[in-house]
């Protein structure tokens, strides 16, 4: 059974930071790419980053360029995003995704909230 399980979303103050994770289980994971979309109240869901299977490869919104970090460790099976100045319309559901040819995972998704 494959599993995608996010956590480390939270509350947070405009300009702070927060990592989150997405382990995953029951797939090759050092073969998936992988990458992170989020989803905020009425709007459509937005990829944020996205990394290549051997991690050599990365690929940012422009909205988030300079702010988050995609990574990935394949001996944990388990991908992060770390969120540094973070920012009131980084307010989101952010979902984790797991992509090789035609088979796609997701997450459940982690809440992150920006406010003051």
């Known amino acids: 059974q494959v599993q995608l399980v996010e956590s480390g979303g939270g509350l947070v103050q405009p300009g702070g930071s927060l990592r989150i994770s997405c382990a995953t289980s029951?797939?090759?994971?050092?073969?998936?790419?992988m990458g992170w979309y989020r989803q905020a109240p009425g709007k459509q869901r937005e990829r944020v980053a996205s990394?290549?299977?051997?991690?050599?490869?990365?690929n940012y919104a422009d909205s988030v360029k300079g702010r988050f970090t995609i990574s990935r460790d394949n001996a944990k099976n388990t991908s992060y995003l770390q969120m540094n100045s973070l920012q009131l319309e980084d307010t989101a559901v952010y979902y984790c995704?797991?992509?090789?040819?035609?088979?796609?995972?997701w997450g459940q998704g982690t809440q992150v909230t920006v406010s003051s």
């Open positions: 990394i290549s299977s051997g991690g050599k490869i990365t």
């Open positions: 029951g797939i090759p994971f050092s073969l998936y790419a």
């Open positions: 995704n797991a992509r090789l040819r035609v088979m796609d995972y």
